[in-house]
């Protein structure tokens, strides 16, 4: 089985969840700060093949190369999964682009990504909505017992998420944060994952886990740590050695809510 690669600021698989529940609406994305947006000192939007998407996506030290559908762009511009982006017509996802863009200088891996922000809202009308909706998943948190991961890496970059691998039954986390571990398990167990383990840091670990059925328990075993039978194997077994364990909730999930949108303007 070829592994699932999840490298920093990768894009993830396209997956849904039907609708869910809102509980909170018209809370406008937009900064209300009266201080300009970071952009991009050039930048091109142009048509591009399907086949680009899931290609390199290189973030330089001033510039950005990318390509996919309008919601893949959405996902990397603000590090959120398919599953967080709502509304807009069906070429949001069936259209894909290439984008080049180049700063004035110097930026970091955040600022690269509120530029690009900037340039979705100039060049295809972006305007997006938060609401926090309830949806079925998991919540990663500490066991019982305490984090037995390793001691954290130094030297790794702030913005780095590190690289967190699936496949054939392991786990290899490289450098890798909660918060890409809880990205690795969505595309395992195929729900959301939510990170509330509070442990920051960077780690390399390896785990082994059974492969199997991954259906989601409805009443998790909070004696176990979600282990019950036929809920996902023993990939929560695997988490254990680590200090770590997954529950079943309904859990509360922010989505962007896409009110408005247009075919981009031309270069």
């Not at 990205?183 to 994952?193: A, I, N, R």
């Not at 390896?206 to 259906?215: A, I, V």
Request: proline share 7%.
């Amino acid at each position: 089985m070829r592994p699932k690669t999840i490298p920093i600021l990768a894009l993830t698989a396209i997956l849904w969840f039907g609708a869910a529940e809102v509980h909170r609406t018209d809370a406008q994305l937009q900064s209300r700060s009266t201080a300009p947006p970071l952009a991009f000192d050039v930048a091109s939007v142009k048509p591009a093949n399907m086949g680009c998407h899931g290609a390199g996506r290189p973030i330089g030290p001033n510039s950005l190369t990318t390509c996919g559908a309008l919601k893949h762009l959405i996902m990397e511009a603000y590090d959120i999964e398919d599953y967080q982006v709502a509304g807009g017509p069906a070429w949001v996802q069936s259209d894909f682009y290439d984008v080049q863009a180049k700063a004035a200088g110097i930026s970091t891996p955040r600022q690269i990504k509120s530029m690009l922000q900037a340039l979705l809202a100039d060049r295809f009308q972006l305007r997006l909505n938060r609401e926090t909706r309830t949806m079925t998943g998991y919540v990663m948190s500490v066991d019982k017992g305490g984090s037995k991961l390793p001691a954290p890496k130094t030297g790794m970059p702030p913005d780095s998420s590190g690289v967190i691998q699936m496949g054939g039954g392991e786990i290899w986390a490289r450098g890798a944060t909660m918060k890409h571990l809880a990205k690795g398990l969505w595309l395992e167990l195929q729900v959301p994952v939510l990170d509330l383990t509070k442990i920051e840091g960077h780690y390399d670990f390896k785990l082994r886990f059974e492969e199997g059925n991954h259906e989601l328990a409805e009443e998790p075993d909070s004696g176990s740590g979600g282990s019950t039978p036929g809920a996902a194997g023993s990939i929560f077994t695997a988490l254990h050695e680590v200090g770590l364990r997954l529950d079943a909730r309904k859990i509360p999930i922010e989505v962007l809510v896409i009110e408005n949108v247009g075919r981009p303007s031309e270069n």
